[in-house]
């Protein structure tokens, strides 16, 4: 069966690259255009891109599916579509256009967050597990019917990072038994109970602020949902502080007032409205990534966040 691939993040170049070493009959790729990169904004081919590229894969670059798009896509003929964090819906003619239509990946347990950050927002609520889930796209958001899904159980203290390098993993176990299924004509879709949806709305940088009036729990579910994008923060001295990594203590109550620093036993520690919260790893403004612990002896007088 010959298949197009459509996606765009480095995940989903993972998801290629194991797809075609697994012997799936992969015939183009769709991802959107080069982006600016980095401070110096340069213009980069997405992680698929680079992935096709490597692999000879023809590949068409596009940041919606219009009717040019549609007609390269078709010349490839194609019998079935897969879609691992493209990053654009797909029209009516497109979904209709293929004979197997189109099938898509996403890392929760459907119709459980749907949206852009089914990955980080399972940590921001703090859930104790999830899955991967592969099913029949149509029109809506994340609202087609379910063809396989495969569970897991978040481990503790466990990022956003690293989560989704497991649910990589398990999706593309997932394709690899969806797809022969399709081919043989054996795969069945059962819907959505609707009734049950939770979503997922996109993270940006506002989301990633740390509040230090939230329970100590609350914030290290936040700093490991925003790990390694776009990365939790507060102020210090009216700059940007980064905390990579953290652990809660609610059991550890400090005199001083929310948000201030202290070393208790070792322990780089910052007040909660309930409980305390380790810092591990911090990025000051301007410098690089360092422990906690060897940033906190650097530093003089009595520190807050958010001052």
């Not at 110096?40 to 490597?54: G, H, M, R």
């Amino acid at each position: 069966m010959r298949v197009i691939f459509a996606g765009t993040p480095q995940n989903a170049a993972t998801t290629l690259i194991a797809l075609t070493k697994s012997g799936v009959d992969v015939v183009g790729v769709l991802t959107r255009t080069d982006a600016l990169i980095g401070r110096k904004k340069v213009l980069t081919p997405s992680p698929v891109a680079a992935a096709a590229a490597e692999l000879n894969i023809p590949v068409l670059k596009a940041n919606q599916v219009d009717e040019a798009t549609l007609e390269e896509i078709l010349a490839l003929k194609p019998d079935l579509g897969v879609v691992v964090a493209y990053g654009a819906f797909l029209n009516e003619g497109t979904l209709t256009a293929l004979p197997k239509g189109w099938i898509n990946l996403h890392y929760s347990l459907l119709p459980a967050l749907r949206g852009a950050a089914p990955v980080q927002h399972a940590l921001l609520q703090g859930l104790t597990s999830t899955g991967v889930t592969a099913f029949q796209l149509d029109r809506g958001m994340d609202t087609g019917p379910i063809l396989l899904q495969a569970p897991t159980t978040i481990e503790p203290n466990e990022s956003a990072g690293r989560l989704l390098s497991r649910l990589t993993d398990i999706g593309i176990s997932v394709l690899l038994e969806i797809i022969p299924a399709i081919a043989a004509g054996v795969a069945t879709a059962k819907p959505q109970e609707n009734s049950a949806a939770s979503f997922a709305p996109k993270i940006d940088r506002v989301d990633a602020q740390i509040s230090w009036t939230k329970t100590a729990v609350d914030i290290e579910q936040l700093i490991r949902a925003m790990n390694p994008e776009p990365m939790a923060w507060t102020t210090l001295q009216a700059e940007s502080f980064r905390v990579l990594e953290a652990r809660a203590w609610p059991a550890i109550v400090l005199a001083d007032p929310v948000a201030s620093v202290q070393l208790v036993d070792g322990k780089v520690l910052v007040k909660a409205s309930s409980g305390s919260v380790e810092l591990i790893t911090v990025q000051p403004a301007g410098k690089k990534v360092m422990a906690a612990i060897d940033w906190f002896r650097g530093t003089k007088g009595h520190l807050v966040f958010g001052s």
